[in-house]
């Protein structure tokens, strides 16, 4: 092993190197950044933060209790854990997490960062009063460095898989334990690790712990590189999802959007484009067949709502918007709803009799379907569904959900859904069934997180 200062001069060239690399990529893209940014909205909040890192100002700023100076919390003792998570899925899947561990240890302290402007909204929605929230800084090692002195964070918890190698690096330089829970590797992205196998493995061997959802997750992660490390969990959303269609949140949409029991709903969760226009065609084939039929259409990403909003309307069908509705909907008054909201498709699918999971007929891979079919629902997703290979298998193989080859199936397939609903009524069961098996995940998380040797306030900074 290399002495210390020989370690510390190659990771500051090694980091310095990266820094090279990531300016040069980020030259080279800046026009399209530039014209992605300007069209569709996205990236523009917290991009000084992003490219600075988190400044110990900023986060008292930030902090919870709203009254704690830069001074006062970076020598506070109480461990801090530094949570992040991507975007919204993430930022779901990390709030009970941090729940149970807030309930485990009250007198320890939390932060959570995230990425995009959507999993910001919903994080200073549903978790800005308790604990502080940033973004997430880029890989640089100067944001890295300020953001990891400012936060003094005892652990780094990501959600699912976001490895950088400098903030990696950092964290083992500074001896900050970094976790990956509810790990997913898809098979496509476990391709280009191997391809890069050699610039990649050191990072992942550096983990000093990955919670899989899957064995086949763990062994991907094993085959980049931790091997020492990585432990099958679970996956975490199977704790994370309401089965109960009388939740106050699911009663309170239902009454909004005036739907009453001679309705019939289908809801189109997660679409990605050109999956909301063959829906609403689909809607207008069998809509004289059956009058009761609803759609909600529920869109994935905030940047393209104006853009489906003008798609459906220009469709000719009566549409209401989630976000432009004065008061409470007459059910008997629309024909598609768009929620253009975020943080509410958990709740919105407790009303679908019939649920299709969008991001699957695309190049996706696939969204969330765990959701609707702990409701009970009629479950159908698209041929593309890598980023949820294993729940797939596990809903197709127990018969609680149907692949539907391409959209142009769609009509013909809800035909026979409306017109028999009993065997679909019974996929939904065993669906529920499947879903309530799989509990537990957080807990065995949970236990892994806290058998981890913490950085001590010492040895940070």
């Known amino acids: 092993m290399a002495s210390f200062p020989q370690y510390y001069i190659r990771f500051i060239a090694i980091g310095w190197t990266r820094n090279l690399i990531y300016l040069i990529v980020l030259t080279t893209a800046l026009p399209w950044l530039c014209w992605r940014r300007f069209r569709t909205k996205r990236y523009q909040a917290g991009l ?55 309930m485990r ?12 402007d959507s999993g910001m909204e919903l994080a200073r929605k549903s978790l800005g009063k308790d604990i502080p929230l940033f973004y997430f800084p880029l890989d640089f090692t100067w944001s890295v460095a300020r953001t990891l002195d400012s936060l003094a964070p005892a652990i780094l918890v990501l959600g699912e898989l976001e490895l950088w190698p400098n903030l990696i690096d950092a964290c083992v330089h500074r001896r900050i334990p970094v976790a990956v829970i509810n790990g997913r590797l898809s098979v496509r992205s476990f391709t280009r690790y191997q391809k ?12 000093s712990l990955v919670a899989a959802q899957s064995e086949s997750n763990a062994e991907r992660f094993r085959q980049c590189g931790a091997e ?19 939740a106050p949140e699911v009663a309170q949409l239902r009454q909004w959007a005036g739907i009453l029991p001679q309705h019939r709903v289908w809801i189109m969760g997660s679409t990605q ?10 809607w207008q084939e069998l809509y004289n067949q059956f ?55 958990k709740w919105w699918w407790g009303l679908a009799e019939i649920a299709v999971v969008g991001g699957s007929f695309g190049a996706r891979g696939g969204q969330n379907m765990l959701e609707p079919a702990a409701y009970g629902a009629n479950v159908a997703f698209g041929p593309n569904t890598s980023n949820f290979r294993d729940i797939v298998e596990l809903l197709l193989a127990g018969d609680a959900a149907a692949r539907l080859p391409s959209l ?49 306030v010492a040895e940070r900074g």
């Open 273 to 282: 484009a050109g999956e909301e226009l063959p829906a609403v065609r689909a």
């Open 291 to 345: 009058p009761e039929l609803k759609l909600i259409v529920v869109p994935r990403h905030p940047d393209r709502f104006d853009q489906v909003a003008e798609e459906i309307e220009q469709s000719g069908v009566r549409m209401r918007r989630r976000s432009t509705a004065l008061g409470s909907l007459n059910g008997d008054d629309w024909d598609v709803l768009l929620v253009d909201s975020v943080g509410e498709l």
């Open 105 to 116: 240890h009250p007198d320890w302290r939390f932060a959570l960062s995230t990425t995009t």
């Open 196 to 207: 890069m196998r050699w610039l990649t493995r050191g990072m992942f061997n550096e983990l």
């Open 228 to 246: 020492r490390t990585t432990i099958v969990t679970g996956s975490i959303k199977f704790d994370n999802v309401s089965f109960d269609r009388q």
């Open 408 to 456: 142009a199936e769609l009509s013909d397939w809800l035909r026979q859904q409306l017109l028999d609903p009993l065997p679909g009524k019974a996929r939904g069961q065993r669906a529920q069934a499947i879903i309530a098996s799989g509990a537990g995940a957080l807990d065995r998380t949970l236990d892994a997180l806290d058998e981890l040797p913490m950085c001590h």
């Open 48 to 102: 000084k933060q992003k490219l600075r890192g988190l400044s110990r100002s900023i986060l008292a700023a930030t902090n919870a209790a709203g009254n704690a100076s830069p001074t006062a919390l970076a020598s506070d003792p109480a461990p801090l854990i530094w949570l992040h998570g991507v975007s919204v899925g993430e930022v779901q899947l990390l709030k009970p997490l941090l729940a149970r561990w807030k």
